[in-house]
């Protein structure tokens, strides 16, 4: 019976991470679950995956603001499952202001969430991935990595980063059976998602639902939000054999926001 595989996807009680989480356990990976919060739903998430799925699924705290916890979470995974096969770089936060009354503190946070972390962990999953000679570095990104919007200065900037250190990490290990990729979704209607909409009001001066149709689905040729199974379904899909040959890339799931 070949070796089971292990995941690692930082972030992932919640949204996008969670729906990777399970598309994960749901094809029998190994799973680490992460998030900085060290509460009994956590550990209860892992769980439910595990008996839902008959599939080895763990949490680990780790605070992807802190460059030790990123590095941590890595070597904890390995000790616990024996490998780290899939780096899934998924933990982000946002926040939503005119560039001039920006918090410098949220810069400060979103960088080193949304685009550190991702260096401290991806440094500390390429020895183990070499060892194996096999290994996948998937980066969600966002259609904000390959584009800006207002008022968004501190996401757009560390997205574009991680499409930089994307494609600077998929050179590196190109010959040591090694992938890196980003993923750039549209809008998902996430925690995330939701949680900007009153900072959208406020900023542009509208109710909810113009805020959704206007700013954002208005992005969105198809007008409808990405959902999070077709992301994780996309990172799925670069794990396997027939994805062996996209390296340094992304896939845009943006409804064709990208496009125009
Ligand atoms: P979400 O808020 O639903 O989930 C974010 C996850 O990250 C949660 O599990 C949260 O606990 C975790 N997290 C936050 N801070 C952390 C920290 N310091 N350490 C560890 N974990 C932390 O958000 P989401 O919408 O699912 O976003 C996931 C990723 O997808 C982010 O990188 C985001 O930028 C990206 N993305 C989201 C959208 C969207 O429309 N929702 C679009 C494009 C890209």
């Not at 892992?46 to 990123?70: I, K, N």
């Not at 990490?169 to 809008?187: D, F, K, Q, R």
Request: charged share 20%; aromatic share 6%; proline share 4%.
């Amino acid at each position: 019976m070949p070796r089971k595989k292990t995941a690692v996807i930082t972030g992932s009680t919640s949204g996008i991470g969670l729906a990777i989480a399970k598309a994960f356990a749901a094809e029998q990976w190994r799973v680490i679950v992460n998030s900085f919060t060290d509460a009994p739903q956590d550990h209860a998430i892992a769980r439910s995956l595990a008996e839902e799925h008959a599939a080895e699924v763990a949490y680990v705290q780790a605070d992807m603001s802190r460059s030790e916890d990123c590095r941590t979470l890595v070597a904890i995974a390995a000790e616990k499952f024996g490998s780290v096969d899939v780096l899934v770089n998924n933990a982000g936060i946002q926040h939503v202001a005119p560039v001039e009354e920006f918090p410098p503190q949220m810069w400060d946070a979103i960088i080193a969430i949304n685009l550190t972390s991702a260096f401290h962990t991806t440094s500390a999953a390429i020895p183990l991935m070499k060892k194996l000679g096999w290994g996948r570095i998937i980066n969600i990104a966002s259609a904000h990595g390959l584009v800006a919007s207002p008022f968004k200065s501190a996401y757009v900037a560390a997205k574009h980063g991680v499409l930089g250190m994307t494609k600077t990490v998929a050179l590196e290990v190109a010959t040591s059976g090694i992938t890196c990729n980003a993923i750039c979704p549209g809008y998902v209607l996430t925690p995330l998602v939701e949680a900007q909409i009153p900072d959208q009001m406020k900023a542009h001066d509208m109710d909810r639902e113009a805020v959704i149709r206007e700013v954002m689905l208005r992005k969105q040729p198809t007008k409808q939000f990405i959902t999070v199974e077709q992301v994780a379904a996309t990172a799925l899909f670069l794990c396997s054999d027939a994805a062996a040959q996209i390296n340094g890339t992304h896939v845009s799931i943006d409804g064709g926001w990208t496009a125009e």
